[in-house]
C-alpha cells in the first residue's frame, strides 16, 4: 500500500514519463502499418486451422466458433499490450553495459521508472494497431468476424480485466528485467519466460482447449491473469461469480508481482552500489 | 569453399566461448518449439484428427519444415540480419572486398543456437517417423531428404528477398516476417487444410506447397503419385528470380552512390 501511496505521490513525475515515451512511441508509423498487415495474416490463418479442426469434430470445440473468432481477432488487435517476447533493449543494456548508473542519479525510483516506460511503450503500439484490426474484425461474416461482446456486464468487466491483465503482464516483466541483474545475459531467461507466457497465456492455444485437469492448475497460474482472462470474458467464456473470481486472482498476481519485484531489485541495487559503480 | 570453411570455425569458435549464454539460448529456442509441439498434441488429444491427418503424420510435416527453416536460418543469418549491416555501413566494407559479395554476407554471420529449434525437429522426426504408417523405402527416404533440402533453399531464397528490398527501404520490412516465421508456424499442418485460396498462393506465388504438401502426400501415402517426391527440386527454381532481385538490389545501391 505504501508502494501505491509513493506513485501517487510522485505522479506527476511518472505521468510526464509515461507521456514522453507514449508520444515517442506514435510516431512509428511505418512499423505500425507493418506489424497490422502481419497481424491481418495471423488472424486469418488462425481462423482458417481452427475452422478445419471445428469441421473435423464440432463437438470437441469448448466453444462456439463465433466466440473463437472473436478471441482471436482480439487477440491480435491487443497484441501489443499482452505480447511475452517484446522487453525493452534499453532497459537491458543499461543493466549490463553500465549505463543504471545514471538511471540511479534520477529522483524517481527505478522499479517504477521501468514500469511506467514499459506501459507507455505497449500502451502506443497497441494505440496504433488496435483499430484497423477491429475495423476489419468487424466488417467479416459471422462466424469469422468481431462481434459485441457477451452483454454489457461482460462488456465492462472486459475493459477493468483488460486493464489488470495488462498490469500483470508488465510486472511480469519487470521480474525479466531484475533477473538480469543476477544473471548477466537477458537471453536465457527471456527465452524461457517467453515460451511460459506465450503458452500458459493462451496464446499458443486458447486455455480452453486444453485438457480438462490440466487447465484447472495452468488457470490458476500468473500467465492465465494476462490475456486469457479478459478475452474470455469477452466473449462470455467466463460469467458471473467466475468475473469475480478471475478479478480477484488477477489483483493477487499484481500485488504478488510487484511486492516479489520491489524487493528483488533491493537486493541487486544493494550489490550494485557494493561494486562501486 | 575454402574461405568458407574458414569462416565456419572462426563462427563456431565464438560460439563456443560463450558456453553458458550458447547453452541457455539452446535450451530457449528449444522450449519456444515446443511449446508449438504442446499445442499440437494438444489440439490432437481433443480432436483425434484433422482433414484426414493424425498427430503422426502432422509431426512429420512440422518437423520437415522446421528442419528446413532451422537450416536455412542458421546458414543464411546474414541475410536474415541484413537490415543493420546496411545501416551500420557494413555493407559498404563488404563491397570492397575482392570476393563475392554473397560469401561474405553468408559468412558474416552462422548462427548455432539455433540448433536448439533443430534438436526438438529431429526428435519429432523421429517420433513422426516410428509412430506413423508411413512405408519406409528408398524413395520415402529420398523423398524426405529432398523436402528438406527443397525447404532450406525456399527459406534461404526468402532471406535474400528480405535482404534484397532492405537495399530500397529499411521501413516496414517486418510484413517479411508473414512469409519466413509465419510459414514456419503455418507451415507445421499440411497446407490443404487452410482451404484453396492458400494452396493457390503457396503453390504459384511462393512454392512452399512444392516441398511441404505435395511430396508429403506421396510420403504418407495420399497418392501414388512418386513424381512428387521432385517437386522440391522444381521448387528450387526460385533461386532464379530471387537472385535476379538481389542482383537487382546491389546494382541500385551502388548506383545511388553510398
New interface residues.
Given amino acids: 500500500m505504501d508502494y501505491v501511496k509513493s506513485i501517487y505521490y510522485d505522479s506527476l513525475k511518472y505521468f510526464s514519463l509515461f507521456r514522453i515515451k507514449f508520444i515517442a512511441g506514435l510516431q512509428y508509423r511505418?512499423?505500425a502499418?507493418?506489424?497490422i498487415?502481419?497481424q491481418f495474416?495471423?488472424g486469418i490463418?488462425g481462423l482458417?486451422?481452427y475452422k478445419?479442426?471445428y469441421?473435423?469434430?464440432a463437438s470437441?470445440f469448448?466453444m462456439t466458433f463465433q466466440a473463437l473468432s472473436s478471441y482471436l481477432w482480439l487477440q491480435q488487435a491487443f497484441l501489443a499490450l499482452f505480447m511475452g517476447w517484446f522487453f525493452e533493449n534499453d532497459i537491458f543494456q543499461s543493466i549490463t553495459e553500465g549505463g543504471i548508473a545514471y538511471e540511479l542519479c534520477r529522483p524517481m525510483d527505478l522499479y517504477t521508472m521501468w514500469l511506467f516506460r514499459s506501459m507507455a511503450s505497449r500502451v502506443s503500439k497497441a494505440v496504433l494497431r488496435c483499430m484497423p484490426i477491429l475495423l476489419f474484425a468487424a466488417f467479416l461474416p459471422e462466424p469469422y468476424g468481431i462481434r459485441l461482446p457477451a452483454g454489457v456486464i461482460a462488456g465492462v468487466c472486459f475493459l477493468i480485466t483488460t486493464i489488470l491483465g495488462f498490469l500483470v503482464v508488465i510486472t511480469y516483466g519487470m521480474l525479466v528485467y531484475i533477473s538480469t541483474f543476477f544473471t548477466y545475459?537477458p537471453?536465457?531467461?527471456?527465452?524461457?519466460s517467453?515460451?511460459l507466457v506465450?503458452?500458459f497465456g493462451g496464446a499458443?492455444?486458447p486455455l480452453p482447449?486444453?485438457?480438462t485437469g490440466i487447465r484447472q492448475v495452468v488457470e490458476l497460474l500468473p500467465f492465465a491473469s494476462m490475456q486469457n482472462v479478459p478475452l474470455r470474458i469477452y466473449t462470455g467464456d467466463i460469467a458471473g461469480m467466475q468475473i469475480v473470481k478471475s478479478m480477484g486472482l488477477q489483483l493477487f498476481w499484481i500485488v504478488v508481482l510487484i511486492w516479489t519485484g520491489k524487493k528483488l531489485i533491493a537486493v541487486a541495487l544493494k550489490r550494485v552500489v557494493v561494486q562501486g559503480g | 569453399m575454402r574461405l568458407y570453411m574458414k569462416f565456419f570455425g572462426i563462427h563456431l569458435k565464438g560460439a563456443m566461448q560463450y558456453k553458458l549464454s550458447f547453452l541457455l539460448t539452446t535450451i530457449g529456442q528449444f522450449l519456444v518449439s515446443f511449446n508449438v509441439f504442446l499445442g499440437i498434441l494438444f489440439m490432437f488429444e481433443r480432436f483425434n484428427k484433422v482433414k484426414g491427418y493424425n498427430l503422426s503424420e502432422v509431426l512429420l510435416c512440422y518437423s520437415i519444415v522446421l528442419i528446413s527453416y532451422s537450416l536455412a536460418e542458421m546458414f543464411m543469418r546474414g541475410f536474415d540480419l541484413f537490415a543493420a549491416t546496411i545501416s551500420n555501413g557494413e555493407f559498404d566494407r563488404i563491397l570492397l572486398r575482392p570476393r563475392s559479395i554473397i560469401l561474405l554476407v553468408v559468412s558474416g554471420k552462422i548462427e548455432f543456437t539455433r540448433f536448439g529449434r533443430m534438436l526438438q525437429a529431429i526428435l519429432m522426426l523421429i517420433y513422426g517417423i516410428a509412430k506413423s504408417k508411413v512405408d519406409w523405402d528408398a524413395t520415402r527416404m529420398i523423398t524426405v531428404t529432398l523436402m528438406i533440402i527443397g525447404g532450406t533453399i525456399v527459406f534461404g531464397c526468402l532471406f535474400v528477398i528480405y535482404a534484397s528490398i532492405c537495399f530500397f527501404t529499411l521501413e516496414g520490412l517486418e510484413f517479411m516476417n508473414i512469409l519466413t516465421d509465419g510459414a514456419r508456424e503455418y507451415g507445421k499442418y499440411p497446407i490443404n487444410i487452410y482451404g484453396k485460396g492458400v494452396l493457390r498462393f503457396c503453390t504459384f506465388l511462393i512454392p512452399y506447397t512444392l516441398f511441404q504438401y505435395y511430396p508429403f502426400l506421396y510420403l504418407i501415402g495420399r497418392t501414388e503419385a512418386w513424381q512428387s517426391m521432385f517437386l522440391p527440386v522444381v521448387g528450387c527454381l526460385f533461386v532464379i528470380p530471387c537472385f535476379l532481385f538481389w542482383r537487382y538490389g546491389v546494382r541500385h545501391y551502388k548506383s545511388t552512390g553510398s
Fill in positions: 511505418a512499423a502499418v507493418a506489424g498487415a502481419t495474416v495471423w490463418m482458417l486451422l478445419a479442426f469441421e473435423a469434430d470437441s469448448p545475459s537471453a536465457g531467461v527471456r527465452m524461457v517467453v515460451s506465450e503458452f499458443v492455444l482447449f486444453l485438457p
